[in-house]
C-alpha cells in the first residue's frame, strides 16, 4: 500500500451514523478501505479517541464531521504519528462555553425521560441545515440516525462534549496535510470557528461549501467528495 491510498477513518457527528457520510463512502471506497468508527460507549472524547485508535489501522487518513471533528483532534493529540493526514469538517477547536452545560443537562435529562424526538425535532436539527431541495429528507434521515443511536448515546456524546477540552495547541502541532472544511450557513460550527483552524494548522487548505450548513456531506456531496479527493492527494 502507498501513502497515496492509505486507509480511511471517518467519524460522525454527534448522534450520526455511516449514513451521513454515505456520498464520500460510495466514492472513496473505490480506491481505498474505507471504515465509520462509532462515537458511543465512552463518556469522555479521550476515551472515544483511544476507542478509534484501537479499532484503526497502524496508519490512516483521518477525517471527521462536528464531534467527530472534536474526536479527531484528540486523537492526533494522542498519537500523531499513526495519522498520515486530517479533515476537519464543520467542527470546533474550543472548550465547551461554560452557558452551554445548563443547556446539556437539560437536554439529557428530558431525552432520558423519552423525548429524544422532541430535543432532536425542535432545539437541534433546526439548526443543522441550509434551505435546499434536499432538506426535508436529510432531517428525516438525521432524526433516523438518532432514533438508532438512542437516549444512551446521546448522554454519552453531551457529557463528553461539554467536558472536551481545548485543542488550539494540538492544532499549532500539526505536520501533517490537512483539510479545514465547513457549510458557508453553518449556524452550529461558523466559518469563523473554521478561519481559526486554519490560521492554527501549518499549510493548511480551507474550503468552505455554499449553499451548505451544518451537513455538507449530505447538502453538497458533489462538491465536499471533489474537495475530499483532493485532500487524499495533498
Same mark, same amino acid.
Given at each position: ?8 477513518v471517518l467519524?460522525?457527528g454527534?448522534?450520526?451514523d455511516a449514513?451521513?457520510?454515505?456520498? &464520500?463512502i460510495?466514492? /472513496? ?9 462509532? /462515537? ?10 483511544? %476507542?478509534?485508535l484501537?479499532?484503526s ?12 471533528g @472534536?474526536?479527531?483532534?484528540e ?8 495519522? $498520515? ?12 462555553l461554560e ?11 428530558k431525552?432520558?425521560?423519552? !423525548? ?14 441550509a ?5 426535508k429528507h @436529510?432531517l ?6 438518532a ?9 454519552? %456524546?453531551?457529557?463528553?462534549l &461539554?467536558h472536551?477540552q ?9 505536520t @501533517?496535510? $490537512?483539510l479545514?472544511?465547513?457549510? !458557508?450557513?453553518?449556524?452550529?460550527c ?5 478561519? /481559526? ?10 474550503s468552505?461549501i455554499?449553499?451548505?450548513g451544518?451537513l455538507p ?6 462538491? $465536499?467528495?471533489? @474537495?475530499?479527493?483532493?485532500w487524499?492527494?495533498?
Open positions: 500500500m502507498t501513502l497515496m491510498n492509505e486507509p480511511l467519524l460522525p454527534m448522534m450520526c449514513r451521513l457520510f454515505l456520498p &464520500q460510495s466514492l /472513496l471506497s473505490r480506491n481505498r478501505s474505507v471504515a465509520v468508527m462509532p /462515537l458511543h460507549g465512552e463518556k469522555t472524547v479521550a476515551g472515544l479517541a483511544r %476507542q478509534v484501537d479499532s489501522p497502524p496508519c490512516f487518513a483521518l477525517a471527521g464531521l462536528s464531534m467527530g @472534536i474526536v479527531c483532534m486523537v492526533v493529540r494522542q498519537a500523531p504519528e499513526r495519522v $498520515t493526514r486530517l479533515a476537519l469538517l464543520d467542527t470546533n477547536p474550543l472548550a465547551d452557558e452551554r452545560a445548563a443547556i446539556r443537562e437539560r437536554q439529557v435529562k431525552v432520558l425521560a423519552g !423525548e429524544l424526538r422532541s430535543v432532536m425535532r425542535d432545539e437541534m436539527k433546526p439548526n443543522y441545515l434551505q435546499g431541495p434536499d432538506q @436529510i428525516e434521515l438525521c432524526m433516523d440516525m432514533d438508532a443511536l438512542g437516549p444512551k448515546v446521546f448522554e454519552e %456524546q453531551s457529557i463528553a &461539554q472536551r481545548d485543542q488550539c495547541e494540538t492544532l499549532r502541532l500539526l @501533517i496535510p $490537512t479545514v472544511l465547513c457549510g !458557508e450557513e453553518d449556524q452550529l461558523p466559518v469563523a470557528h473554521h478561519e /481559526l483552524m486554519h490560521e492554527l494548522i501549518p499549510g493548511s487548505h480551507l468552505v455554499p449553499r451548505a451544518h456531506t449530505l447538502e453538497q456531496p458533489k462538491l $465536499t467528495n471533489r @474537495i475530499l479527493e483532493t487524499l492527494k495533498f
